[in-house]
């Protein structure tokens, strides 16, 4: 899979992605991480990327004139034949955009994504979802945010990471990334994945009442040393007995009740 990120400050994702697990799965070929610079794709000679909101209001907006071509410039030519072409300008292929319903670009195996507060909040479910892609793009809003027309033109979804404002997309970015990297096969491995908190898991999904769903996380994990100060390991852990020990964890795994249609 690859998984691209347009955003103005790109050295952000520099540490992060190249680390740990992101890093070797990175090494092995599962992925690949594309960083681009929005600035690359302005059209003046300030290369300003941002400007004051249209109706007054404090801040700056993300333009989508730079935006625009920064997806052109990685969609496949067969992603994007439903564009008008780049000299005709970005006004002109909006305006088409307004008369013509179906102006969305043309893929099916890559998803673009706009990082923003009042997007719908991100889950394992949509991690799980979005690890069947070929392609992720994300669109990392800064300032007071992102021109509307890239959402409802550009982007096929706008997701956020909980009800609270961050400065910018990139840490939101990032987050969905790992997440949706970790379940690639070959990233870590399988058996680390069935038991864990939120795992897709039918036993997962026992309906209460009708409208409630509970959720299993993952039961208490401990390792070396068995005491650490005056505090011990659980006898159990340590008895060698897996029935026991596998009870033990089923008792202790915390649920979280959910219901329909909300998001914990
Ligand atoms: N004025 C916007 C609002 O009230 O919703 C907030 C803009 S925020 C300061 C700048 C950018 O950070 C957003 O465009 C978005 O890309 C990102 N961002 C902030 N909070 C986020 C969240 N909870 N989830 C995802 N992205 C977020």
């Not at 899979?1 to 599962?30: H, V, W």
């Not at 681009?36 to 801040?59: E, L, W």
């Not at 970790?182 to 999904?205: D, H, Q, W, Y």
């Not at 039961?219 to 011990?232: A, C, D, G, I, V």
Request: positive net charge; glycine residues 6%.
């Amino acid at each position: 899979m690859k998984i691209t990120f347009l955003t103005i400050f790109p050295k952000i994702f520099d540490c992060y992605l190249n680390e740990s697990i992101l890093k070797r799965a990175q090494k092995k070929g599962l992925v690949k991480f594309g960083i681009v610079n929005i600035r690359d794709f302005t059209a003046d000679k300030h290369k300003s990327v941002d400007d004051k909101p249209y109706g007054g209001g404090p801040g700056m907006i993300l333009k989508i004139g730079p935006i625009y071509r920064a997806l052109r410039s990685i969609l496949k030519k067969s992603e994007i034949r439903n564009l008008v072409p780049t000299s005709v300008g970005i006004s002109a292929s909006l305006r088409k955009s307004e008369t013509n319903p179906k102006f969305k670009f043309q893929k099916s195996k890559t998803r673009i994504i706009l990082l923003s507060a009042k997007g719908k909040t991100f889950d394992q479910k949509m991690a799980g979802k979005f690890s069947k892609y070929k392609h992720l793009i994300f669109i990392c809003g800064r300032y007071e945010g992102v021109d509307e027309r890239v959402a409802k033109h550009l982007a096929d979804e706008e997701i956020s990471i909980g009800n609270y404002v961050l400065t910018g997309g990139e840490l939101p970015a990032m987050i969905i990334s790992d997440a949706i990297t970790r379940l690639m096969p070959g990233v870590i491995k399988t058996e680390s994945l069935k038991e864990e908190s939120f795992a897709i898991r039918p036993k997962n999904k026992l309906k209460i009442k009708n409208l409630k769903l509970k959720i299993v996380c993952e039961y208490p994990q401990y390792t070396r040393p068995e005491k650490f100060l005056n505090w011990q390991v659980p006898a159990i852990l340590l008895s060698g007995d897996h029935k026991k020990i596998s009870d033990w964890r089923k008792r202790h795994s915390r649920t979280k009740i959910q219901k329909q249609g909300e998001r914990i």
